[in-house]
């Protein structure tokens, strides 16, 4: 599914049929990314659909940084990871939505230290979601996520 079809995606959240969905938090919906070229890397998808995070309430605010909060939690238990970046463009896709991108100690050090988008184009399109692949790993951090929710 392309990553610019945000609505298409919270559609098939709702309706079940999106494969890379993780499990429903408060504040919306958890799904891997398209490009697993850094395993785990999540997108926190909200729902009720809004253009920004400065459209929503305070309380509403601080569910959804909760939330993503949880999913980097989660993240740091189930990986291997040792930092999660987070961001919030909504530049390509004008509504709001997380990156949560766990960091490794093993990525090269002229990387690690940058953003997680210093990749190439060709190195993160080289490892892209695969159900089959991903699956253990999304069940585990559904289990992780619903955990810390409690």
């Known amino acids: 599914m392309p990553e610019s079809n945000f609505l298409t995606r919270i559609e098939t959240a709702r309706s079940g049929t999106n494969p890379t969905i993780i ?3 408060p504040s919306g919906w958890v799904a891997l990314a ?3 070229y850094l ?3 999540c997108i926190l998808l909200a729902d009720p659909v809004v253009e920004s995070i400065n459209t929503l309430d305070h309380q509403a605010r601080a569910r959804f940084m909760l939330d993503m909060s949880i999913i980097g939690d989660a993240l740091l238990q189930v990986t291997d990871s040792f930092r999660i970046n987070y961001g919030m463009m909504s530049n390509a896709d004008p509504y709001l939505h997380a990156h949560i991108v766990p960091r490794y100690m093993d990525e090269p ?3 690690r230290r940058h953003l997680p988008w210093s990749y190439s184009k060709e190195q993160m399109a080289s490892k892209p979601f695969d159900l089959e692949r991903d699956r253990f790993l999304m069940a585990e951090l559904k289990e992780t996520i619903k955990s810390h929710l409690k």
């Open 109 to 111: 050090d002229a990387i």
């Open 39 to 41: 395993r785990g890397y």
């Open 23 to 25: 499990c429903r938090v």
């Open 34 to 36: 398209d490009m697993q």
